[in-house]
């Protein structure tokens, strides 16, 4: 079953790959039905998920290097399910969201499907160097997507986007092998429970090596320069993925590496972590006040949000854990939206410079309405998924003894930052008259509705009935806060 | 299998040999010779494979463990791939080149199973001798010249150090058997044998400090007689390399260090040369010296899982490094070659990222197997700040390889210059190296059960 929800979209790639050219334009058909497809079979999986039990579901375990103990080991917890979803999910949408690609749209969708491949993959991979394999797996189809359909500078991203992953990620490889050689497994459910057995002082090490992989993905201060330029030359489908899902990938791997197998190195890094997103907070929200475009602004709100799934993560309670769940599924439904909405204005007005843009809510209203509903789910407007995981992850990080009371104040003042420059940034975009670029534009259409139409839903669904999300990641949070003593 | 059936895959190279030196006389003629040994030495290959480990023959200077079938098959299976490449293009004179190149091949699947120094030192004359030859096979170009007397004259005196060192070596242990090495009393005179030997082996091995010879010696050389010669002998040099470490480094800990050191100077020195360089064949040059820095390490470890580690990371380097210099030979020796080259050859160039993702280590290729296991076996061994210098340095190879994707893909096409056509069989051999890049990157497992660590 996984191993389909994984690989489906990897029979996507091979169709577009023996396409004719004469025939491109049928590979957005191609990449919407597998797609469509593989979000049937994680839409089943959810379903047929036991939410209770905090057990790995779905495994299939099988030998694939035996000579170096490497297994083909997959399943999912209450902590990967809903990922896996997200990625399903996102991806069609960006699917959707791309439909108007034409330059080498084969080549394009191959590429979007691949990301999948290693996007689920990285949620679902049970063994270590699977994981690590689908990790890197992601690196190859994003450069090509923002090196080839990105914006005036995209080559130049697109390279800084793969060195700078690349660079965390040996760091990772190096704890991938040391774990191993210490403990005999590259299983991540085995090394869960081992990992607690090595002297601190290791556990430091691996920590600070697993760190250095996971923070910049997330991305924390000072490790997410290569975000803003990455974001903001990708097409809209990347961006869409890159701060969807990509970004998930980072705090996954602390929930599902660095916190469970080492619970000493945590310990003494979770001082240093809350520091860190606490500013991450603060820092991305400054910085967003600061941007004359949209996008950089979005980008930049994405450091600050995922401050908070780091602040939950650092504060190591079952509430704090939920909370970065939440922010992690939450970001990727709003931010992944307000992504969306600002191809939808790129593609009609040609600009993303806030002064250009005024008066969206006159002429095109419905973008305009869903741009500020976005916004609004964003920047944690309680009765939206926003508001759950802030919420959480700060009393978490309240109910933490290894957090500063200080820190979570001046979190909290992030959460008014944010509403802050959202808030100025939809007055000035969606108020006012119309500019001359907006002024004659068309409103959203059908496709477009569509597209958006699935976020709103889940974005009203989990902010009213927060049960909806957190009855799957309760029982593997719980579980991990008595692991690692929070 | 005992005796002298043990030897049917090099007699196979050497029928080859023979029909390329008398191919005017034979049918064919030259592109008759040239597939005629491509087909000899994948029988070789194969023949290799399906041989069961044998005895030691002439009594033990020949070792037939599971390391020295791994080499001799791999060494086969490159020249092969190689063959048929050049049997497609045809470069003028392609008998002479098919006997070098076979005559270097039989030179190194018999380095592989090297156990005697004598033996050992035969073997490298003859598989670097013909690769003279083929350094400077245009003799009309002079700058190619230049670069073949160079690699010429250095290789020469590189063979003469060790040469110089390993009578040392049996002055103080008095045995050329590498079994039989017992430097543990030796003091000053077996530390001398010890450095004079390795310092030859480094300079063969391009590794730093003793690598200046290969950049210039490859960008004068043809660009398809480097793919050979970079590549082909790399993982038998790999082998010869281990053996005489591991025979040595119970009883003179002290090469451990040695070792090490000119591993971390390959590294960091090959990366960092190569970020610069405009002439693929240079960068693959700084590149090689990178890769044998990234084996040394893992041999350094003076274990059974770090030999084994090294001489299977010289095959996965040598597989996508063949291919990518055939592909240079077909677009050009310089990145800005590339540029524009995806929309003439999409399929090539695709196969040109797999091989370059494979160089920087991206899952799940070979290339990525080959570093976890020698980033495994030098942590184990302790390197761990080693092994941190050795991930850096991977990712700054990433900044020079993805040059070569980045021009295929985004490149403007420099307008007077003229690729050559593709042909069937070269893209054949092209393909072969993408596929096996792939292919033993998702089946590393029975490749490195199959490789053993006989080396201890």
């Known amino acids: ?486 | 299998m005992t005796g002298y059936g043990l030897l049917i895959p090099e007699l196979l190279v050497l029928v080859g040999v023979a029909w390329a030196l008398f191919a005017s006389a034979l049918p064919g003629r030259d592109r008759g010779a040239a597939i005629a040994g491509a087909a000899l030495a994948a029988v070789a290959c194969a023949a290799v494979v399906v041989q069961p480990a044998g005895e030691a023959l002439f009594g033990g200077a020949l070792a037939f463990d599971s390391t020295a079938r791994f080499a001799r098959a791999g060494t086969a299976a490159l020249s092969a791939v190689w063959l048929l490449w050049t049997a497609a293009r045809g470069q003028g004179r392609t008998r002479e080149a098919t006997a070098l190149a076979l005559f270097a091949t039989l030179g190194a699947m018999l380095m592989s199973a090297a156990t005697d120094l004598v033996t050992l030192v035969l073997a490298i004359e003859l598989a670097t001798m013909p690769a003279y030859v083929l350094m400077g096979y245009r003799r009309e170009r002079v700058e190619g010249l230049e670069g073949a007397l160079k690699y010429f004259l250095l290789s020469l005196l590189t063979s003469l150090v060790m040469m110089y060192g390993l009578s040392f070596l049996y002055g103080v242990t008095g045995t050329t058997r590498m079994a039989g090495f017992d430097l543990s009393g030796a003091g000053v005179l077996g530390l001398l044998a010890v450095l004079l030997a390795f310092v030859g082996l480094f300079a063969k091995l391009s590794a730093a400090p003793f690598h200046y010879w290969a950049p210039d010696a490859y960008e004068g050389a043809e660009p398809w007689t480097v793919a050979f010669v970079s590549t082909a002998p790399k993982v038998a040099g790999a082998v010869a390399f281990v053996r005489l470490l591991a025979s040595v480094a119970a009883t003179a800990p002290v090469v451990s260090t040695i070792v090490l050191v000119a591993a971390v100077a390959s590294m960091v020195l090959g990366n960092l040369a190569a970020l610069t360089q405009t002439d693929v064949r240079r960068m693959m040059a700084y590149s090689g010296v990178a890769h044998t820095g990234y084996l040394m390490l893992a041999a350094a470890g003076a274990g059974a899982a770090g030999y084994a580690a090294a001489v299977f990371y010289a095959f996965a380097y040598a597989v996508p490094s063949l291919g990518m210099m055939l592909l240079v030979a077909e677009e050009g020796v310089l990145v800005e070659d590339f540029a524009g080259a995806f929309s003439r050859r999409p399929a090539a160039v695709w196969g040109a990222v797999v091989m370059l993702a494979s160089l920087i280590g991206i899952p799940p290729l070979v290339g990525f197997f080959g570093k976890l296991t020698l980033f495994q076996a030098a942590l184990g061994a302790g390197f761990a700040p080693w092994v941190v210098v050795a991930v850096l340095t991977s990712v700054v190879s990433a900044a020079y390889y993805l040059r070569i994707v980045r021009a295929s893909f985004f490149g403007e096409p420099v307008a007077e210059r003229a690729p050559l056509a593709p042909s069937v069989a070269g893209s054949v051999a092209v393909a072969m190296c993408v596929g096996a890049t792939l292919a033993l990157g998702l089946a590393a497992g029975p490749l490195l059960g199959w490789l053993g660590t006989a080396i201890r």
């Not at chain 1, 993959?121 to 923002?146: H, N, Q, S, T």
């Not at chain 1, 085995?190 to 760190?211: D, Y």
């Not at chain 1, 994405?302 to 992690?328: D, E, K, R, W």
């Open chain 1, 1 to 486: 079953m996984l191993s389909w929800i994984v690989f489906l979209p990897l029979v996507g790639v091979l169709l577009c790959a023996v396409l004719p050219k004469s025939q491109a334009h049928l590979a957005k058909w191609i990449a919407l039905a597998t797609t469509a497809a593989d979000l049937v079979l994680a839409g089943i999986m959810i379903a047929s998920f036991d939410a209770a039990s905090a057990a790995m579901q779905f495994v299939t375990d099988v030998d694939w290097v035996p000579q170096a103990g490497i297994r083909y080991a997959l399943g999912v917890d209450g902590m990967s399910a809903p990922l896996v979803a997200l990625s399903a999910l996102l991806t069609m949408l960006a699917v959707l969201a791309s439909w108007k690609v034409d330059k080498k749209p084969a080549f394009y969708f191959a590429m979007l499907l691949l990301l999948q491949v290693g996007m689920n993959g990285v949620f679902a991979a049970l063994d270590f160097v699977l994981f690590y394999v689908f990790w890197e797996l992601v690196l190859v189809p994003m450069y090509f997507l923002i090196a080839q359909w990105g914006g005036p500078r995209r080559e130049y991203a697109a390279i800084k986007f793969f060195l700078y992953t690349l660079l965390g990620s040996v760091f990772m490889l190096i704890g991938i092998i040391a774990l191993r050689l210490q403990l005999g497994t590259f299983s991540l459910t085995e090394l869960a429970g081992l990992g607690a057995k090595l002297p601190s002082e290791v556990q430091w090490w691996l920590f600070a090596a697993f760190f250095l992989g996971f923070a910049v993905k997330v991305p924390v201060f000072p490790l997410h320069t290569w975000l803003p330029d990455a974001h903001v030359e990708a097409p809209t489908a990347g961006s869409v993925l890159l701060a969807g899902v990509l970004l998930k990938m980072g705090t996954y791997g602390f929930l599902r590496v660095s916190l469970p197998v080492l619970p000493e190195g945590f310990a003494s890094w979770q001082f240093a972590i809350a520091v860190i997103a606490v500013f991450s907070i603060v820092y991305g929200a400054a910085v967003s006040f600061a941007q004359t475009d949209v996008k950089k602004l979005v980008a930049y709100s994405s450091v600050s949000h995922m401050g908070f799934a780091m602040l939950g993560i650092a504060s190591g309670t079952a509430a704090g854990l939920n909370g970065a769940m939440a922010v992690n599924i939450s970001h990727g439904l709003t931010t992944g939206m307000l992504f969306l909405m600002i191809g939808m204005v790129y593609d009609r007005t040609h600009t993303r410079q806030i002064a250009d843009l005024s008066g969206l809510a006159n002429q095109v209203p419905v973008i305009a309405g869903l741009m500020a509903f976005a916004s609004f789910a964003s920047m944690g407007l309680p009765g939206l998924s926003g508001f759950v995981g802030e919420f959480l992850s700060l009393l978490g990080a309240w109910q933490s003894t290894g957090v500063a009371a200080w820190l979570v104040i001046v979190g909290v003042l992030g959460v008014l930052f944010g509403a802050a420059y959202m808030l100025w940034m939809l007055q000035r975009v969606v108020m006012g008259q119309p500019s001359h670029i907006v002024a004659d534009q068309p409103d959203a259409n059908l496709r477009e509705i569509v597209t958006v139409a699935p976020l709103v839903a889940l974005i009203v669904v989990i902010g009213l009935n927060w049960d909806a999300l957190l009855r799957f990641t309760d029982p593997a949070m719980t579980a991990l806060a008595k692991l690692v003593g929070g």
